[in-house]
């Protein structure tokens, strides 16, 4: 059994609230971070003797370095885009040269980053461009960093599946868009969190920037009819313009979906830069199964269906969920609010 510590930043987060149960059904111990302590105790791993508690800012410089004493390696799933942070790339930049500074004292001996697909270019969004500089921050350290860079993931409770999922099921004829022609290489979760654990024992994903992605390569459009397939929903009829800017598009993904405009706007930027893997070389490094879109969305579905969602996007940062704010259920149970 090993009982090598393992730290997840961002534990309260989508992503790291789903690797911390697996990391410790892995063997390891796990040091868990995230910015608020009722969050992090919300969880059913939270009682687990393997799991240590910690609750502190990226950018608190002492608090960081005490969660990096005695640990073997640390997930970095730290991302600024809030609503009270209007220069998100800024704090991400700063809180990226912090972990590589410390880690280094520290002397861990990994650091794993999920960063974002796209290729460098002058038209790369300014979300996408961050997660590009974070990487190129990590990797400059002297602690050896194995970046993931993933685009779409489809999984119950994701950003992006979110905005998906209501905009076919409320809206069955949409005038879009653009982007919704934009090739992209979507990725299962259950696919993700399997290259995270593994890429630790394979020696070969230290300082390597390595692309993740699904067997299906398509347009967001046809994404959103499988979905409508899959969700039983009668044809949905698509009609993209080239009216709509990233922030008319921002606008309206607020307006339909419950994702508010200071994360989609960034998102919707995005869009408009195709999202493929330029390299298969983790598919050799760390063979498995790739779940395509339509199985994907099924399995999401049913996790919805029979409420069975492990954690959401609404999860992170230090903001108290809705549901926490009374006793029962909120008026907007059901997802038609």
Known sequence: MDQKIILVTGATGYVGARLVPRLIEAGYRVRAVGRSLAKLKSRAWALDERV?????DILDEQALSKALEGVYAAYYLVHSMNAHNKDFAATDRDAAELMTRL?????????????GLGQES????KHLKSRAEVSEILQAGKVPVTTLRAGMILGSGSTSFE???YLVERLPLMVTPRWVSTISQPIAIRNVLTYLIECLRVPECANRVLDIGGPDIMPYQRLMEIYAEEAKLPKRWIMP??????????YWIHFITPVPSYIARPLAEGLRNPVVCQNDDIKTLIPQTLLDCRTAIKIALDCIS??????RWTDAGIMQPAEWLSPGDPCWAGGTF
């Open 122 to 125: 002058a038209d790369l969004s």
């Open 103 to 115: 880690s280094a004292q520290a002397g861990i001996e990994r650091i794993v980053y999920l960063g």
């Open 52 to 56: 240590e508690l910690m609750a502190f």
């Open 241 to 250: 313009v080239p009216v709509f800017t990233p922030r008319i598009s921002s």
């Open 163 to 165: 905005i998906l999922r």
């Open 306 to 311: 029979q409420q069975k969602v492990e954690s």
